[in-house]
């Protein structure tokens, strides 16, 4: 199963917003509203930060926000803070295996 | 408080063969689907394995499909992951995760903090 495509990384001032994107198929993305996004800090665990699509766990600032149409889903952070700095993953149901990753995007507050 | 706590990483030669073990505590273990995910150096997220909350469906990644084995015991609320035939590709720091429901597909909601794995002569 390939991996779901993201940009490499992404960066923004504090205060602005910015959203990162996962592409992936008919057959997973695009097929199931089973999207998740994960923030890793360097050294640290992933963290989950968005589940189906668009929900927010308990704990999770409301500044980040899921969204998806078609193939594509997004996070967008908003009023990007530095704590924001780290890793995120994208993560989908496929029709073929439980669960697919993204290649990860580096987000950077400048 | 929830907790998951990996061992059992280390160094191992090619061809060997290792057991990595994840305590849970905090919540109900049996009522969870487990997972094993992977991180090699610099790389991204890896799913690798899974196991439904009664341990009656496993599911191995096609990277290590045959080679490792998912498990877990309830009544020890531990989890395992018997990797065989280990390659230098399998080098990564390997997390346990607990998901959100009873089966694999879930979203996973607590991670340990990993064990690292370093598959070399």
């Known amino acids: 199963q390939s991996a779901l495509t993201q940009p490499a990384s992404v960066s923004g001032s504090p205060g602005q917003s910015i959203t990162i994107s996962c592409t992936g198929t008919?057959?997973?993305?695009?097929?199931?509203?089973?999207v998740s996004w994960y923030q890793q800090h360097p050294g640290k665990a992933p963290k989950l930060m968005i589940s189906?699509?668009?929900n927010r766990p308990s704990g999770v600032s409301d500044r980040f926000s899921g969204s998806k149409s078609g193939n594509t889903a997004s996070l967008t952070i908003s009023g990007l803070q530095a704590e924001d700095e780290a890793d995120y993953y994208c993560?989908?149901?496929?029709?073929?295996?439980?669960?697919?990753f993204g290649g990860g995007t580096k987000v950077t507050v400048l | 408080e929830l907790r998951l706590l990996e061992s059992g990483g280390g160094l191992v030669q090619p061809g060997g063969s290792l057991r990595l073990s994840c305590a849970a505590s905090?919540?109900?273990?049996?009522?969870?689907?487990m997972i094993w995910v992977r991180q090699a150096p610099g790389k991204g997220l890896e799913w690798v394995s899974g196991?439904?909350?009664?341990?009656?469906?496993?599911y191995h990644a096609d990277s290590v499909k045959g080679r490792f084995t998912i498990s877990r015991d309830n009544s020890k609320n531990t989890l395992f992951l018997q990797m065989n035939s280990l390659r230098a590709e399998d080098t990564a720091i390997y997390y346990c995760?607990?998901?959100?429901?009873?089966?694999?597909?879930?979203?996973?909601?607590?991670w340990g903090q990993g064990t690292t794995v370093t598959v070399s002569s």
């Open positions: 008919s057959s997973d993305v695009g097929g199931y509203n089973y």
């Open positions: 189906d699509v668009s």
């Open positions: 905090g919540f109900t273990f049996s009522s969870y689907a």
């Open positions: 993560s989908s149901y496929t029709s073929s295996s439980p669960r697919v």
């Open positions: 196991i439904s909350n009664s341990g009656g469906s496993t």
């Open positions: 995760a607990k998901t959100i429901g009873y089966y694999y597909y879930y979203d996973m909601d607590v």
